[in-house]
C-alpha cells in the first residue's frame, strides 16, 4: 500500500513510533459470486483490496476508491462486515502501525478487474473456492461477508 502523504508527514514527527491508523478492507463480489483478489506489489502475496482514508474521508468512499484505484472496477457498498482493532504491524523501514480496520462487503458494478497502479502485480477475480493462497485474514474477512450473520466486532486476533 503506498504511504499516504498526511501519514509521511506524521512519520517526519513521530519517526518510528506505533502509530493508530484507520484502515479499510474491501471485499467485492461480481455477479457470479467471485471474489476480487490483488496480488500486492509490496509482498507479491494476493490480497483483499484495502488502503487508508484520506483525513475527512469516509471509510465506505475510502473503500470505493481504493477498489477502482487499484483494480478498475467501480462497486458499490452494500454493508459494513466487521470492525476490528488488527494487530500491530513492523514494515521493513522499522515503521510500526497498527490498524482500526473497517471491512466491507461490496458489489461489483463495471469496470474491467485490471492492474490499475503500482500497488499491484497482478489482480483477478476468483471463485470462493479457488481463491490463490491468501491470509487468514482474506479467509476469514470473506467467510464472513458471505455469512448473513452480523459481525460488527469481531474478538479474534487477526493480523
Request: glycine residues 6%; charged residues 25%; hydrophobic residues 40%.
Amino acid at each position: 500500500m503506498a504511504t499516504p502523504d498526511f501519514i509521511r508527514t506524521l512519520r517526519a514527527s513521530a519517526g518510528n513510533q506505533l502509530l493508530w491508523l484507520p484502515g479499510v478492507s474491501a471485499v467485492v463480489f461480481d455477479d457470479e459470486g467471485r471474489v476480487l483478489l490483488n496480488q500486492r506489489s509490496d509482498t507479491r502475496k494476493w490480497s483483499l483490496i484495502g488502503g487508508i482514508p484520506e483525513p475527512g474521508e469516509q471509510p465506505a468512499t475510502c473503500a470505493v476508491r481504493e477498489v477502482e484505484e487499484e483494480t478498475g472496477v467501480r462497486c458499490v457498498v452494500e454493508r459494513v462486515i466487521v470492525v476490528q482493532a488488527l494487530q500491530p504491524v513492523t514494515y521493513d523501514n522499522g515503521d510500526m502501525c497498527q490498524y482500526m480496520d473497517i471491512s466491507f462487503r461490496c458489489r461489483a458494478l463495471d469496470g474491467e478487474a485490471r492492474v490499475n497502479d503500482d500497488e499491484s502485480l497482478d489482480v483477478g477475480w476468483f471463485a470462493v473456492d479457488a481463491l490463490p493462497e491468501l491470509s487468514e485474514f482474506g479467509h476469514h474477512r470473506i467467510k464472513q461477508a458471505m455469512s448473513q450473520a452480523p459481525t460488527w466486532f469481531d474478538t479474534t486476533s487477526l493480523s
